[in-house]
Nanobody
Framework: QVQLVESGGGLVQAGGSLRLSCAAS????????MGWFRQAPGKEREFVAG????????VYADSVRGRFTISRDDAKNTVYLQMNSLKPEDTAVYSC??????????????????WGQGTQVTVSS
């Protein structure tokens, strides 16, 4: 069982930056591949970024590649999403998710077993 808690969301102007954190419970965090997803009002949940359980593989959605960076600190049981050059279209609720020992971070939300409650990111123009 893994419990995930996101933090770091907020209101930022276009062009600004935010760093989201996802803190996980449990002693086996290092064995979980982690993903970040987002859902804007009236839209489906979409994959943002993922990092493999050993941190060797990262995957990004085309819409955020080059602006967002996912990383993890297994000593702190935390995964991060550094978001730079934010755009109004990045406005959404951002959620982290976990799946056990996936070599390649899945982009489908159906493949993740555990989810956090989400944190709101609002980018003003």
């Amino acid at each position: 069982q893994v419990q995930l808690v996101e933090s770091g969301g907020g209101l930022v102007q276009a062009g600004g930056s935010l760093r989201l954190s996802c803190a996980a419970s449990g002693r086996t965090f290092s064995s979980y591949t982690m993903g970040w997803f987002r859902q804007a009002p009236g839209k489906e949940r979409e994959f943002v970024a993922g990092i493999s359980w050993r941190g060797g593989v990262t995957v990004y959605a085309d819409s955020v590649r080059g602006r967002f960076t996912i990383s993890r600190d297994d000593a702190k049981n935390t995964v991060y999403l550094q978001m730079n050059s934010l755009k109004p279209e990045d406005t959404a609720v951002y959620s982290c998710a976990a799946v056990f020992v996936a070599r390649i971070p899945p982009s489908s939300s159906n493949e993740y077993d555990y989810w956090g409650q989400g944190t709101q990111v609002t980018v003003s123009s």
